[in-house]
């Protein structure tokens, strides 16, 4: 029986979650039983139960689970605690590093129907159709860090591995060859050396895939051109930290954050997720956008389960929702029919079972 780890987490998680099992329920039909859906405890909410972000029971339930399905972690709640011992930190990136979901993967696409939910000019956003690929295990984020006392001061190391580099790239030419074949490797080689070190391989991967174009830019330029003239760009790979702040700038090109779905994947196992965080400021209010998470969802069925045809019956209810006229907070404007979080969720199922 296929197994699906569900870790609400803290925030929104605990209210975008359901409404994507509920999704996944309807779409699965009679098949919904074949699947378990086992919920853990994650986050700033499993320090609270356990003492630990990321519990044992959790981490083991995660690597005989087929697929995880992750809601968000974090709050102001925890941010007296040591930068270590923060939900972020000590759960994310662990689980991330035991598990080897080296490759996030977030396509960016506008959707006709939210042109106008997106604060650039219309003409600007319409051809966005990208796929970004952000490297997960290394760099910044896992190097080595701490504080000195003579002199004060603090450090933060970032080191790629030649492996680590090329496991990235080649997956991103290979996601390229069935698109556009357009490779920008996004990186700073005028004056980090893991960037120059990250180009070196770019260039010597580049090599085994002729039909597909590799740019290179570093990462100033691309921030801006995302902005500038985000339909250049097919297939964007980039390093961790790079990635994680190039994601969420891209993210608005689609309208918001709300609506960015990503997969953390390490084969054909994955673990899928919202791009955005547990936004305490709005959360138990029924008011959080669900579809990023339910888009991911779909993501957990095409790449883990192989599930093309279900996985494309969600992104289209997703969208007759949408085109509806139906909005979540973050995507409407005046005169727009809003709704919560839970009766989106049920929108969305509703399009499904038409």
């Known amino acids: 029986m296929p197994k699906v780890v569900v870790l609400p987490g803290d925030g929104i998680g605990k209210e975008i979650i359901p409404e994507a099992v509920k999704v996944l329920k309807v779409v699965l039909k009679d098949r919904a039983n074949d699947f378990a859906f086992e919920e853990y ?7 609270d139960q356990t003492g ?11 690597k005989e689970a087929d697929a995880i399905l992750l809601g968000a972690v974090g709050g102001p709640k925890w941010d007296y605690l040591p930068a270590s ?29 939210l042109l106008e939910a997106s604060t650039l000019k219309p003409e600007v956003v319409a051809p966005v159709d990208m796929v970004v690929l952000r490297e997960l295990t290394g760099g910044l984020y896992f ?48 004056v980090l050396e893991t960037s120059r070190f990250w180009r070196e391989i770019a260039i010597e991967v580049s090599k085994d895939y002729p039909e597909v174009e590799l740019t290179h830019m570093y990462v100033d330029n691309a921030a801006m051109q995302l902005v500038r003239y985000p339909a250049q760009f097919d297939v964007i790979v980039t390093e961790n930290m790079f990635g994680d702040i190039l994601t969420d700038l891209a993210s608005m090109l689609g309208g918001s954050i709300g609506m960015l779905a990503s ?31 339910i888009l ?59």
């Open 41 to 47: 405890t994650i986050g700033g909410e499993a320090i």
């Open 52 to 62: 630990k972000a990321l519990p044992e029971e959790t981490l083991e339930a995660c």
């Open 85 to 113: 011992e923060r939900p972020e930190l000590a759960s994310l990136l662990p689980l991330r590093k035991a598990l080897g979901f080296y490759a996030n993967i977030r396509p960016v696409k506008m959707l006709p129907c």
């Open 143 to 190: 190097g080595k860090r701490g504080r000195l006392e003579n002199p004060n001061s603090a450090f933060d190391s970032m080191v790629y591995s030649e492996e680590e580099v090329y496991r990235i790239v080649r997956l991103a030419f290979e996601i390229a060859q069935n698109r556009r074949k357009k490779v920008c490797s996004v990186d700073k080689a005028n």
């Open 263 to 293: 997969a953390s994947m390490n084969g054909s196992k994955g673990l899928y997720e919202p791009a955005h965080g547990s936004a305490p400021d709005i959360a138990g209010q029924n008011v959080a956008n669900p579809l990023a998470t």
């Open 296 to 354: 991911s969802a779909a993501m957990m069925l095409k790449n883990t389960f192989g599930m093309y045809e279900e996985a494309t019956s969600i992104e289209q209810a997703v969208e007759k929702v949408l085109l509806d006229g139906y909005r979540t907070r973050d995507l409407a404007k005046p005169g727009d029919k809003v709704l919560g979080t839970r009766e989106m969720g049920d929108a969305v199922v509703e399009a499904l079972q038409k």
